[in-house]
């Protein structure tokens, strides 16, 4: 081999172990994942667990309520959800036999669940409540979900033609049995208090908490019963246009509010996992000549394991009232899971999230028990907010008359 070989064939060995290693670092780097850095982070409360018990609504509505608490007083309590899941339970019960049954008794509530248990009964500290009497560490709920239901369906058969005057002390009863005796004083940090005393100690007036949410089938800026399942009370909601709700999210994080959020977490982009709940664009667009190749040679199930590997950061949907709204009208968007908004992050790329707590412990978990959800994901499937009035921007409050 003469010399101009060997020279042209060390020159294109080197081109190829360049070219070897730049890809070997694109992939590298496209493997890094989604990077969270935080923006801003508002004071809150301990991530709790509320284990085999579907009482999200509770867990997440008392959550809105200590950061509220820390916020105005700077007081960190940890209150006592079972005192509302009890109280909540009660009621519930007796408007279900007023029904016929015609109603949802089960596990699942609202937030406004939380809010009217507080004006009505009190708050307590976990302390004095925690509802674990039944053996177990932790919250486990099916049995009693099934005995309080059929218990009360027994009442509505009306096998006696006519109710008893008792059958809804039976129902206390059964709530003694699986919750505990909920006490009527109890010493806080050395005081004595009643659930009453209590709530009045915390400044809380629950009078100031409104819902918010955007739909189409609904007028804009006037108050609705929201139709979901678990919406027992029929507690009205404000019809916001998606912009402005998504303004009042940012403006209550903004200005130092935690806001209540009810979501659907059924969807594949919420990855308990992988700590993210994103909403991938199906078709992505403005490929370039090789990612395109690459992307139209994939099978269906390649592309959808692509798109939800969460390996890399991908394209989302482009959100709007009519896709939402047709989420919505075909179940697609539920209402399954009571959040917190607590901050707001952005990845490597610039892209804005919003960190939640979560109630499902921190054991095991990416981020402790928080997730951050995208942008988009917020628009798509949020059923549902809670917060102050006075976190709403003001010209948003005008419209809704507040």
Request: hydrophobic content about 35%; overall charge negative; glycine content about 6%.
């Amino acid at each position: 081999m003469n010399i101009r070989k060997i020279i042209l064939t060390s020159f294109f060995c080197l081109v190829l172990m360049s070219l070897m290693v730049q890809a070997q670092e694109s992939t590298e780097t496209q493997k890094k994942g989604y990077e969270i850095t935080m923006i801003k982070e508002i004071p809150h409360t301990a991530v709790p667990n509320q284990y085999r018990s579907g009482t999200c609504w509770s867990f997440s509505g008392l959550a809105l309520i200590e950061a509220e608490i820390l916020r105005v007083q700077g007081r960190e309590l940890d209150l006592s959800e079972m005192f509302v899941v009890r109280h909540a339970y009660s009621d519930k019960a007796q408007k279900y036999v007023r029904l016929h049954g015609n109603l949802n008794l089960a596990a699942g509530g609202g937030f406004s669940d939380v809010l009217d248990v507080v004006k009505r009964y009190g708050m307590v500290p976990e302390t004095a409540y925690p509802g674990l009497v039944i053996g177990e560490e932790n919250h486990t709920h099916g049995e009693m979900d099934e005995v309080l239901k059929a218990y009360t369906d027994a009442v509505i058969k009306n096998k006696n033609r006519r109710l008893t005057p008792v059958w809804h002390k039976g129902f206390e009863a059964l709530l003694d049995a699986y919750l505990g005796v909920y006490p009527e004083k109890f010493i806080f940090e050395g005081k004595e208090y009643g659930p009453a005393s209590f709530a009045a100690s915390t400044n809380i007036n629950a009078d100031d908490y409104i819902e918010i949410t955007s739909f189409t089938h609904r007028e804009l800026y006037k108050p609705f019963v929201m139709e979901i399942p678990d919406n027992w009370m029929w507690s009205q909601t404000y019809n916001l246009s998606l912009d402005d709700m998504m303004e009042t999210l940012d403006h209550a994080l903004e200005n130092g509010y935690t806001v209540a959020w009810g979501a659907d977490v059924s969807e594949k982009g919420f990855s308990w996992k992988n700590g993210l709940a994103i909403v991938p664009e199906d078709k992505p667009g403005d490929l370039s000549g090789t990612e395109k190749e690459r992307w139209e040679a994939l099978t269906p199930a390649e592309r959808q394991k692509t798109l939800y590997s969460f390996e890399e950061i991908v394209r989302e949907k482009m959100i709007n009232p009519e896709l939402r709204q047709k989420a919505y009208d075909n179940y697609e968007t539920t209402d399954d899971h009571g959040m917190l908004f607590v901050g707001t992050a952005k990845d490597q790329s610039g892209n804005k999230y919003y960190k939640v707590k979560n109630s499902w412990g921190t054991e095991d978990h990416k981020y402790d028990g928080y997730l951050f959800a995208s942008v988009p994901y917020v628009q798509y499937k949020t059923i549902n907010m809670v917060l102050h009035k006075n976190a709403i921007p003001k010209h948003i409050r005008k419209k809704l008359g507040l």
